[in-house]
């Protein structure tokens, strides 16, 4: 039978139990005639700790997230507006590992779109988040940037961050950023999330084939 305490994943099988745990099978015990209800009420205090299970946390005050972040990390979150610390500043980033003296790309990165410099092109982010994420993509989708020939810009896709409804786009070579006045270079291919909390539009992105980006994302939440 299924144990319902674990939401389905515990299975008894030939008087064993099987738990799957974000894809992995753990056998955990024998579950002796008798005593199956009361192996059942074991099984409900069972915890694997996840892969961010004792990383550090970084708060943000001013803008109301909070995230984890790998202990190994060699330097600690660090924001992107002049004179502001990380944990007030509008834009931060987790640094990406030194190879070779040269700092790679950061492992995960929040912007929060705020108007800059009374710009007529911050209309944009009184838009629905759905026309945001869209003018956001297709601004990237329309650049021609004779400096950077292969820019790739995948479909802009639904999904959720942090249990709030989200859009997320691919991009290589370059950005393009959501005012339409700047941008950077990319020297991988980058995931983007464009997701609306408190009235706030947030836009998250990291490297698309880092494993331990995805799993900074996954903790991320909004505290207001």
Sequence with gaps: MTDPT???????LHDTVYVNISGHVWELASALDGYTETFTQMLSTFHVSGPTAGWKTFT?????????????????????????Q??????????????????QSALFSVEAANPRYSNPNDAALKLSLKDFATKVWEGNKNDKNPNIPNKEVGDLTETTVAGQVAYSLTVTGSFKDYIGDGGYVLNEEHTYYIVEYGGNKYLLWHPSAQTRSKAILSTLTFTK
């Design 60 to 84: 943000n005050t001013a803008y109301g997230y909070t995230f984890k972040y790998p202990n190994d990390v060699d330097s600690d979150v660090y924001g992107n507006e002049y004179g502001k």
């Design 6 to 12: 674990l939401s389905g994943r515990g299975t008894f």
């Design 86 to 103: 990380a944990s007030v500043a509008s834009s931060v980033g987790v640094p990406g590992s030194l190879v070779n003296n040269v700092r």
